[in-house]
């Protein structure tokens, strides 16, 4: 690694990644963050932010009715917090849930309920229903005002893929978060999710219907992403077995700086340096700190991202029990040793390019492409025989969260294979008919 100033303390930086590592496996949690879709019920048109019937307002009357305190940014409310749990506004005004970690997924699956019980009602009053998909079905980015959040307006200004602003505006997504019990853990974890990613994109494909018509993709989110900045997106790893929290260190201080912060004010850079050569030099009479390296690691957006836990990012928002198939499915590799070896020998005979090429091409075809020679639905197939394996291993009965997704992949198809039959046919392309199907 680079030698950094004294200022920046690399044993400080590693000890973000080293803080993570959990006593004993029956420390493992799993986490979720759930985004959702909030839309009008009268013209099907994304919630705005501002207004008597906006998103900011109904915060603003969820936090006085429930006991929540404001996240907030200029004045500007962007989101609630409640002890560890928040519900936080994406740059396109998504609802995201942002849980604390727990040992069970009945667990999560308990808080979400009584989230949703509690914030149903006050968006019935607002007339916004919180769809379950991975974008706005009618609205696109041209019609969507930013969230005023300083950082998303620096994003938008600065992310140069030519989707980025579908990605920022229009998409919702599902992430969840894994722990481990060692560095070497950490690593055979990180490397065996990433190859997983591109297969589990595939799977919960739901994001065909964009403004209003058939787009040709199944998961448009997922095009949306390839196309956002090649520099920050994508595989973070070469499935190297050999990498180390130094090398994801590494990775990240190579990534271009978008912005950092003094004093709650923030300092666009627009990727005129890396963050390796602001923490070697000054910049406009600043040095980096911790504080900057935090930052740049959360402007950092691979499929699969290293923090005190693993985080897994690349799904379309699901929903009819798929959203806890996705935690089902990871935690019954992730957290069976046997299983988790039994997949690193199934994926193991690809090679990078393999995967390289199968992410380009899951946004289009989801399930049905290869992988090297093999079709990926028998892959899949495999995979989620083997997670239901380490799931009954673990002896905690949440196989049953899997059914969902094993549903679809035993016939082949995804979320939005669904959506495509339906739209040519019973539903006769009304938009007003998926939106009844997806709502949550």
């Known amino acids: 690694m680079v030698a950094l100033k004294e200022h920046l303390d690399l044993k400080a930086v590693r000890k973000l990644f080293t803080d993570g590592i959990k006593l004993s496996p029956k420390d493992l949690k799993v986490g979720i963050e759930y985004e959702r879709l909030p839309v009008y019920f009268e013209t099907n048109q994304s919630a705005l932010y501002e207004g008597i019937d906006g998103i900011c307002e109904f915060l603003r009357l969820y936090a006085r009715n429930e006991n929540w305190d404001y996240l907030l940014d200029n004045n500007n409310i962007i989101g ?11 740059p396109g005004m998504q609802l995201e849930m942002s849980l604390t970690p727990e040992k069970s997924i009945q667990e999560l699956e308990n808080k979400i309920n009584d989230l949703d019980e509690s914030l149903l009602p006050l968006l019935d009053e607002f007339g916004i229903q919180l769809l379950s998909y991975g974008i706005y079905p009618l609205t696109t980015y041209k019609n969507i005002k930013i969230l005023p959040k300083q950082r998303y307006k620096i994003m938008a200004n600065y992310l140069w893929g030519i989707l980025s602003d579908v990605m920022m505006r229009e998409t919702a997504g599902i992430q969840a978060c894994f722990d481990f019990d060692s560095e070497e853990d950490a690593m055979q974890k990180f490397r065996i999710a990433n190859m997983l990613s591109p297969i589990v994109t595939a799977m919960c494909a739901n994001s065909v219907i964009r403004g209003g018509v058939d787009t040709g993709y199944k998961s448009f989110r997922a095009l949306a992403w390839l196309n956002t900045d090649s520099e920050r997106c994508g595989f973070a790893t070469n499935f190297n077995r050999s990498m180390s929290f130094d090398d994801y260190i590494n990775t990240v201080l190579e990534t271009p700086v978008i912005m950092f912060s003094r004093d709650e004010r923030i300092y666009a850079t627009n990727g005129t340096m890396t963050l390796k050569q602001f923490m070697t030099k000054e910049y406009q009479g600043f040095n980096a700190t911790l504080d900057d390296f935090k930052l740049s690691a959360n402007l950092y957006f691979p499929d699969v991202r290293l923090r005190k836990f693993i985080e897994i990012r690349n799904h379309d928002c699901v929903g ?33 390019q393999d995967f390289a090429e199968l992410k380009y091409n899951v946004p289009k075809n989801a399930l049905n492409i290869k992988l090297g020679n093999v079709a990926l639905v028998n892959i899949a197939k495999d995979l989620v025989n083997l997670s239901e394996k380490g799931l009954k291993e673990q002896g905690l009965g949440e ?11 035993y016939q082949g198809i995804c979320p939005s294979d ?18 009844e199907y997806i709502k949550c």
């Open 80 to 90: 609630l917090k409640k002890l560890h749990d928040t519900i936080t506004l994406e």
């Open 320 to 352: 009819k029990g798929l959203q806890y198939s996705v935690i089902a499915f990871y935690k019954g590799i992730l957290y069976s040793k046997s299983v988790l070896k039994d997949v690193d020998e199934l994926l193991s005979k690809f090679k990078f």
């Open 399 to 409: 196989d049953v969260y899997l059914e969902p997704l094993q549903d679809l992949v």
């Open 418 to 435: 669904i959506i495509i039959k339906n739209w040519y046919g019973s539903w006769n392309k009304d938009l007003n008919k998926l939106i």
